[in-house]
């Protein structure tokens, strides 16, 4: 049962990357409606090959990596006049840059990172230490002032494994005093932080809290940067958030867990929306140690899923109305499904996941490619299918179900695009912070 699951998933993946090739070879990301592509910005950066990669060295899929990896070797150049998202940026293709190296030992990855995370590293040049939202990938020229916890604190992952593999401690440095930033300005009285923040002054401009996009991959690289470098001050920056979420943002409703939005400083949630992007947090506490509240809140998400047979991007679970019907190939249900079950064996979540995946191939399969659903209640498709659908959800489904040789989950901690980097204990300092 596992093997065909796990069978299939390669060859979906296989389907959806051909289609890549065919209509969309040397772009982005595919349009699998129209059979076109679709460029981030005026110069494509080759998003889907290089999220994609790694997800190909997992699977065995030789021809199709060597093609993709030749594409990026002759191809991505970042020497462009670009203004691009730094977040994106750094998780998609410097995660993916990273990974590539460490899989597959070539050390032109490695070159390619060192000189796309030269150019990202100038956002950070900031009163605050917490960088700008997009630079300028030829000029260093930083813009967008206002910014988010997600978008400012997801770097320490890629940064700290750049430090670990160059030796170079400023990257993690930097990475790390912008995450300090973040947290030395939560709130004095609940502990959350919240949703935009001023580069320039610190000052936040919108102060609702959740778990939910904005926010999400700030708690979890505070973890993560734990378990993948030892680093004792992450750990205690997740120790203090997690017992502020769980006080304030946790909800129930008919006798299931959700996590809810709060006002920053008194924690009295005022919108009971939950959704996609919230489902990775099943994994994070399980990954925390909380298999309890993690076994929990699995049960929501696998009901957020089924209700319409594919998960809305929000719903109120109060009410359980969907309040935005869009699905877009995320993967965060089939990872919270993928850790369950590393940390408890449970089979409930290879069949979770086995439901998922076939709901993905019954409404997101079309002659074109994977596509996003515009609304979950009449499963119209949208014509995009993401890099990380094959970066994250289909690797997510693969690894669910594939042999467990495939990958030593006690060895890598994944980025939050599920780019594995090797856990590098003999490069980190007491403090726990890599070395020099």
Same mark, same amino acid.
């Given at each position: 049962?596992?093997?065909?699951?796990? &069978?299939?998933?390669?060859?979906?993946?296989?389907? =959806?990357?051909?289609?890549?090739?065919?209509?969309?070879?040397?772009?982005?990301?595919?349009?699998?409606?129209?059979?076109?592509?679709?460029?981030?910005?005026?110069?494509?950066?080759? $998003?889907?090959?290089?999220?994609?990669?790694?997800? $190909?060295?997992?699977?065995?899929? %030789?021809?199709?990596?060597?093609? @993709?990896?030749?594409?990026?070797?002759?191809?991505?150049?970042?020497?462009?006049?670009?203004?691009?998202?730094?977040?994106?940026?750094?998780?998609?293709?410097? !995660?993916?840059?990273?990974?590539?190296?460490?899989?597959?030992?070539?050390?032109?990855?490695?070159?390619? @990172?060192?000189?796309?995370?030269?150019?990202?590293?100038?956002?950070?040049?900031?009163?605050?230490?917490?960088?700008?939202?997009?630079?300028?990938?030829?000029?260093? %020229? @930083?813009?967008?002032?206002?910014?988010?916890?997600?978008?400012?604190?997801?770097?320490?992952?890629?940064?700290?494994?750049?430090?670990?593999?160059?030796? &170079?401690?400023?990257?993690?440095?930097?990475?790390?005093?912008?995450?300090?930033?973040?947290?030395?300005?939560?709130?004095? +009285?609940?502990?959350?932080?919240?949703?935009?923040?001023?580069?320039?002054? !610190?000052?936040?401009?919108?102060?609702?809290?959740?778990?939910?996009?904005?926010?999400?991959?700030?708690?979890?690289?505070?973890? %993560? =940067?734990?378990?993948?470098?030892?680093?004792?001050?992450?750990? !205690?920056?997740?120790?203090?958030?997690?017992?502020?979420?769980?006080?304030?943002?946790?909800?129930?409703?008919?006798? $299931?867990?959700?996590?809810?939005?709060?006002? $920053? &400083?008194?924690?009295?949630?005022?919108?009971?929306?939950?959704?996609?992007?919230?489902?990775?947090? @099943?994994?994070?506490? =399980?990954?925390?140690?909380?298999?309890?509240?993690?076994? =929990?809140?699995?049960?929501?998400?696998?009901?957020?899923?089924?209700?319409?047979?594919?998960?809305?991007?929000?719903?109120?679970?109060?009410?359980?109305?969907?309040?935005?019907?869009?699905?877009?190939?995320?993967?965060?249900?089939?990872?919270?499904?993928?850790?369950?079950?590393?940390?408890?064996? &449970?089979?409930?979540?290879?069949?979770?996941?086995?439901?998922?995946?076939?709901?993905?191939?019954?409404?997101?399969?079309?002659?074109?490619?994977?596509?996003?659903? +515009?609304?979950?209640?009449?499963?119209?498709?949208?014509?995009?299918?993401?890099?990380?659908?094959?970066?994250?959800?289909?690797?997510?489904?693969?690894?669910?179900?594939?042999?467990?040789?495939?990958?030593?989950?006690?060895?890598?901690?994944?980025?939050?695009?599920?780019?594995?980097?090797?856990?590098?204990?003999?490069?980190?300092?007491?403090? !726990?912070?890599? %070395?020099?």
């Amino acid at each position: 049962m596992r093997e065909q699951l796990a &069978d299939s998933v390669k060859q979906e993946f296989t389907y =959806a990357w051909e289609q890549y090739v065919r209509n969309a070879w040397g772009h982005d990301a595919l349009k699998p409606i129209s059979h076109s592509y679709y460029d981030w910005y005026s110069h494509p950066l080759l $998003m889907t090959p290089l999220d994609g990669f790694d997800t $190909m060295l997992l699977m065995g899929l %030789k021809s199709q990596a060597d093609s @993709a990896k030749t594409l990026l070797l002759d191809s991505l150049r970042f020497d462009e006049d670009i203004s691009v998202s730094g977040f994106e940026v750094t998780i998609r293709m410097l !995660g993916g840059l990273l990974s590539a190296y460490e899989m597959d030992g070539d050390k032109r990855f490695l070159k390619l @990172a060192v000189d796309l995370a030269g150019r990202l590293i100038k956002a950070f040049d900031t009163p605050t230490g917490i960088p700008y939202r997009f630079i300028n990938l030829k000029t260093g %020229k @930083a813009t967008g002032n206002l910014t988010n916890p997600a978008e400012a604190g997801t770097m320490l992952l890629e940064y700290g494994t750049l430090t670990a593999l160059t030796g &170079d401690s400023l990257y993690y440095k930097t990475a790390k005093r912008a995450v300090e930033a973040i947290y030395s300005r939560r709130s004095k +009285k609940t502990g959350l932080v919240g949703s935009q923040i001023d580069v320039m002054t !610190g000052v936040w401009v919108d102060r609702e809290s959740s778990i939910s996009g904005g926010t999400d991959s700030y708690y979890e690289y505070l973890l %993560k =940067a734990w378990k993948l470098f030892g680093d004792e001050d992450c750990k !205690g920056m997740w120790d203090s958030s997690i017992l502020a979420i769980n006080r304030h943002l946790a909800d129930t409703s008919k006798g $299931m867990l959700w996590y809810g939005r709060a006002e $920053m &400083d008194t924690g009295i949630i005022n919108r009971p929306l939950y959704g996609a992007l919230d489902a990775f947090f @099943a994994g994070m506490l =399980a990954m925390g140690g909380d298999t309890i509240r993690a076994i =929990a809140l699995q049960k929501s998400n696998y009901k957020m899923w089924t209700s319409a047979d594919l998960e809305p991007e929000t719903l109120n679970y109060r009410t359980m109305r969907i309040t935005d019907g869009y699905y877009a190939l995320r993967p965060e249900n089939l990872e919270s499904c993928y850790y369950l079950y590393q940390y408890t064996r &449970d089979p409930a979540y290879l069949s979770m996941g086995a439901e998922m995946f076939r709901s993905l191939v019954r409404y997101c399969r079309t002659e074109g490619g994977y596509a996003a659903i +515009k609304d979950v209640r009449n499963m119209v498709p949208d014509d995009l299918m993401e890099s990380y659908f094959l970066a994250e959800t289909l690797k997510y489904a693969y690894l669910l179900f594939a042999p467990e040789h495939t990958l030593d989950f006690s060895e890598v901690v994944f980025n939050t695009e599920a780019h594995p980097f090797r856990r590098h204990p003999s490069s980190t300092s007491p403090d !726990g912070s890599p %070395k020099t």
